[in-house]
């Protein structure tokens, strides 16, 4: 099956400073990507949603401005972290929209942990 | 906006034994998919099944089965011959309006 890769997937930043996860999808052209941030023990909740060569479409109460997301490609989305703070500190997951419609694949998973 | 409720927080069952996970959604639109999605500890999303809402017939993969009821908006997943590796997280997820929204999880514990 289709293939989408989360890198780095584990991540230790000082407060104040920006990070940046990528997500690629390895073996499909993904026109949209999607990115979600996990607490503990609860749902994965949708940050935004991502098109290639457009900007990305922010979940109502996620800050654009903080987390910064960028798809170039139609195989690479970033995710930056930007002035990354104690309370950012989450599991951010990737996933990218394939064939046939309706289709998502998830990348492994990033763990951000801001001191 | 689309919701996904999972009203059963912790799930146990015998090994070998039938399990059956509920799921309900809301929407306005016609046309979605509906999936349910296993997270072990190693936090990978993996896709169990996958149902679209225009097929009528209830999807199926090996062991795992869904009854979907659309006038009901109701998605349940059922577990055959439950094995130990079954042990997870499972989500129910809605996708419709270029959008996946999950439900809260259930937690799915294997008794040997």
């Known amino acids: 099956g289709a293939v989408v890769s989360q890198h780095p997937s584990w991540v230790i930043c000082k407060s104040g400073t920006s990070v940046k996860i990528e997500c690629r999808s390895l073996?499909?052209?993904?026109?949209?990507m999607f990115w979600y941030r996990q607490f503990p023990k609860q749902s994965l909740m949708l940050m935004a949603t991502?098109?290639?060569?457009?900007?990305?479409?922010?979940e109502q109460g996620v800050e654009k401005d903080k987390f910064l997301i960028n798809h170039a490609s139609l195989t690479l989305s970033t995710l930056t972290v930007t002035s990354a703070h104690p309370e950012d500190s989450s599991f951010y997951i990737c996933?990218?929209?394939?064939?046939?419609?309706?289709?998502?694949?998830f990348g492994e998973g990033s763990r951000l942990t801001v001191l | 906006a689309q919701t996904v409720t999972q009203s059963q927080p912790e799930m146990s069952v015998q090994e070998a034994e039938t399990v059956t996970l509920s799921c309900t959604y809301d929407t306005s639109e016609s046309d979605y998919y509906l999936f349910w999605y296993k997270q072990p500890p190693s936090r990978q999303m993996i896709l169990v099944i996958r149902q679209e809402a225009y097929k009528q017939q209830n999807a199926t993969e090996n062991r795992f089965s869904v009854n979907f009821q659309k006038a009901a908006k109701s998605f349940s997943l059922k577990i055959s011959d439950s094995q130990l590796g079954d042990a997870a997280m499972y989500f129910c997820a809605y996708f419709g309006n270029e959008k996946l929204t999950f439900g809260t999880g259930t937690r799915l514990t294997i008794i040997p």
């Open positions: 991502s098109n290639e060569g457009s900007k990305a479409t922010y």
């Open positions: 996933s990218a929209s394939g064939r046939p419609p309706g289709e998502l694949f």
């Open positions: 073996d499909f052209q993904a026109t949209t």
